[in-house]
């Protein structure tokens, strides 16, 4: 028997269970696919109700996040290109010479939709999606009309449902989404901790780990943003889109001083070996992911957060252990300095929380909320023909991905015709799906698709002999669709292994010959597997390698406009003229996202066929890139201080600014670059380190004060301290462009 306590628990976890995005999408095609059988079942029309299940789930894969008038206009757009789809293919596939070219044509224009945008993208996606089943169904067919209806209906079913739930809760995959972005600080926080207790042999696999932890963040921040001016876009002011707004401008705020790095953490252990001050940072930094992750709750199941009062005392323990330390041990200056700015860096973050603790109060102040509706950055739009023409460009990534795509399908559709295969457009389906821009997401996506073939396979012939009844393959038809869209953006393979047995249990209930349907099913995902990997190597191969200085100096322009941002805050005299405006907030952002980029071309490239000299070279440029953009973030953390930087300091940071610019252009023209001269503040040499800066014992004669008194005396210490880090990084990237090797060059290269 069930007592209060464990009956509150599960109260809570079935909420906190239904506020999953996944799970509520999978709710949403549970709901459409389930009166429609259910429906089918009662009128015995089983079949007709199995094809409109196959409507539902191409339009839930279509799906687009809008506003409900946005919702509506692009479901009406989605029917009407989905039934002239259908029948195109209903009256064309019985003539091969006709439909084949139709096919390769078809589909690369509807995959080019993609570079207008993620709604055009879903919706050519979508198109080509309904296409594949129409052309899977059409030998189960009666009429010509059967499949042009009864898949646009289930799509039409599926989209109103989910456009009236759309009106009754508007704003909720904004909660979701943004709630995301604290979970994702929450993570960032939680692993940089461990940089305080953690041997210095350790860091570079911690740095690694957090840089894909800082993927998924960026990403999310990205994603937010989109929806949050889909929303904005033509509607009027609105209390609780400007509430999301706020949180989600404090979730990049805290992203900034999250990333920042003050001080060498491998220096930092060494000073301070075994000090107390290390362990009051590590637990300050977990208690405050914990508390991202409290928020993050709360914005999701839209309730008050309360901040915990604790993290108030510790700060000023850690402050008064920092005191009593300094007292006993005469810490250097640089020491005590950045120690202290780490302190106050932290208790920026304890102060944001305050603030979300404040914007999810039900009664919070409408004109408070109407004045932190700031501008949020839009992407220009491009003339079609210009953008077109650029697109249709063998170094377009999207150009070559459509090409693979295309020839893909010719094979694939060249074969089933050879061999007359009635039901061998699994082929296609399995290349649509497998196929990726990338080697190595196209690796990953073909073992995912295997694997999960097979185990839905495995499950399927015996559950056929189990469950014979028409009733108890429904149900478990509704259960493979659930559990497919809870799984399709988490676990790649789980989810193919449901949507094999859906699809198995399907063919069944239409009348196919389900005792043979298993076989043709694992030869054409193989087959279909083999094809989309032989195009991905053969055709057009998209190595990393070759992206390689494009990425480098997308990254070095994003980091100069971010430092140039950051000088110019500082300049601007009073604090309160230091605020996030979009003027530093999208050089800020394009930082990140450049960074992303290196990251994941570091990922990539770890599983393509290159030689070693590779790996080498992409680790180093990730790697210093992403200490480059930690010192720049703990610069720009304080920028909200009464605190200036030295004449002589803007000098310097116009300077650094200058030699990432130069070395950013020589790389995109494909010139060599001047010659790297020495920087005197830091008294550098001309050959490059192995190690990247930030993991170096670096303290050289910072012009720091023996006992800095006042702020702006330890603000000139510390940022003396980050602009000689931060160039000895953009000196370690320069020396990097200035020797990178042409992508053609030969593998064997010597290391830098």
Request: aromatic content about 10%.
């Amino acid at each position: 028997m069930l007592t209060g306590s464990s009956t509150s628990a599960l109260i809570h976890a079935f909420k906190n269970l239904l506020s999953s995005s996944h799970v509520f999408f999978a709710l949403k095609v549970l709901l459409a696919m389930g009166s429609i059988l259910l429906a089918g079942l009662g009128i015995d029309h089983t079949p007709a109700a199995v094809t409109l299940t196959l409507g539902v789930m191409a339009g839930a894969l279509s799906e687009v996040d809008q506003n409900p008038k946005g919702r509506l206009r692009h479901l009406l757009i989605s029917l009407c290109c989905f039934f002239i789809a259908i029948t195109l293919v209903t009256l064309l596939l019985p003539h091969p010479w006709a439909f084949g070219p139709l096919l390769v044509l078809g589909t690369l224009v509807l995959m080019l939709m993609a570079a207008w945008g993620n709604t055009k993208g879903n919706l050519g996606f979508g198109i080509l999606l309904v296409s594949l089943y129409a052309m899977q169904g059409h030998a189960d067919s009666p009429s010509f009309w059967y499949q042009p209806l009864l898949l646009t209906l289930g799509a039409a079913w599926y989209g109103l449902l989910s456009w009236l739930i759309l009106l009754i809760w508007p704003y909720k995959q904004v909660h979701e989404q943004l709630a995301q972005c604290y979970f994702a600080l929450a993570r960032y926080l939680v692993d940089k901790s461990r940089f305080f207790d953690s041997p210095p042999e350790q860091h570079q696999a911690l740095r690694h780990q957090l840089a894909q932890v800082n993927i998924g963040l960026v990403s999310a921040l990205e994603h937010t943003k989109r929806m949050l001016n889909r929303r904005r876009k033509g509607s009027a002011p609105d209390p609780e889109l400007n509430r999301l707004l706020a949180l989600y401008l404090l979730v990049q705020e805290m992203h900034e001083r999250a990333a920042s790095s003050h001080y060498s953490y491998q220096q930092l252990n060494h000073d301070l070996h075994q000090d107390p001050v290390l362990q009051g940072y590590q637990v300050l930094m977990v208690e405050l992911g914990e508390s991202c992750k409290q928020l993050a709750y709360a914005i999701l199941n839209h309730h008050s957060y309360q901040h915990s009062r604790r993290i108030n005392w510790e700060l000023s323990a850690l402050q008064n252990q920092i005191d009593y330390g300094h007292l006993k041990q005469h810490y250097p200056a640089s020491l005590v300095s950045a120690m202290r700015y780490l302190g106050r860096n932290i208790g920026h973050l304890h102060q944001a929380l305050l603030r979300g603790e404040a914007l999810t109060q039900p009664l919070l102040n409408d004109r408070l909320l109407n004045e932190l509706a700031v501008e949020l950055a839009q992407v220009p739009r491009q003339a079609f023909w210009p953008k077109l023409k650029a697109l249709l460009h063998p170094d377009a990534l999207l150009f070559r991905h459509c090409i693979r795509l295309c020839a893909c399908f010719a094979v694939g559709y060249g074969v089933i015709c050879y061999f007359e295969l009635a039901r061998g457009y699994w082929i296609l389906l399995t290349i649509l799906f497998v196929c990726q821009p990338s080697f190595s997401a196209t690796r990953q996506r073909l073992i995912q698709r295997t694997l999960g073939t097979l185990g839905g396979i495995l499950v399927a012939v015996p559950l056929l002999a189990v469950f014979p009844s028409v009733g108890a393959q429904m149900m478990i038809l509704l259960l493979c669709a659930f559990v497919f869209f809870t799984q399709i953006k988490v676990h790649y393979s789980w989810a193919v292994g449901f949507v094999t047995l859906f699809v198995l249990l399907a063919f069944n209930l239409q009348g196919g010959a389900s005792e043979l349907i298993w076989q043709p099913r694992l030869a054409d995902t193989l087959l279909g597997c083999a094809l989309a990997f032989v195009a991905v190597w053969c055709i057009w191969p998209d190595w990393q390698q070759r992206h390689l200085p494009r990425l480098l100096a997308d990254a070095m322009d994003a980091n100069a406009d971010y430092l140039a941002a950051i000088a110019k805050q500082f300049t601007e005299g009073r604090m309160e003229s230091r605020i996030d405006n979009l003027d530093y907030r999208l050089p800020r952002k394009q930082a990140h996202l450049a960074d992303n980029q290196l990251a994941l071309a570091w990922q990539h490239i770890r599983v393509e066929p290159v030689a070693k000299y590779w790996l080498s070279v992409c680790f180093d440029i990730a790697y210093r890139n992403h200490a480059l953009l930690s010192y720049l973030s703990a610069m720009g953390a304080h920028r909200s201080q009464e605190v200036r930087l030295l004449d002589n300091q803007v000098l310097q940071i116009q300077y650094l600014v200058q030699q990432l610019q130069t070395a950013a252009h020589a790389l995109r023209s494909n010139r060599p670059l001047p010659l790297s001269t020495t920087l005197p503040w830091v008294g550098l040499s001309k050959q490059p380190n192995k190690q990247p800066a930030n993991e170096q014992a670096s303290n050289q004669a910072f012009p720091c004060a023996d006992t800095p008194v006042t702020e702006q005396q330890e603000w000139q210490c510390v940022s003396q301290q980050l602009i000689s880090h931060i160039a000895l990084v953009v000196t370690d990237l320069y020396q990097l462009a200035e020797n990178f090797p042409h992508p053609d060059a030969a593998t064997d290269a010597p290391p830098l």
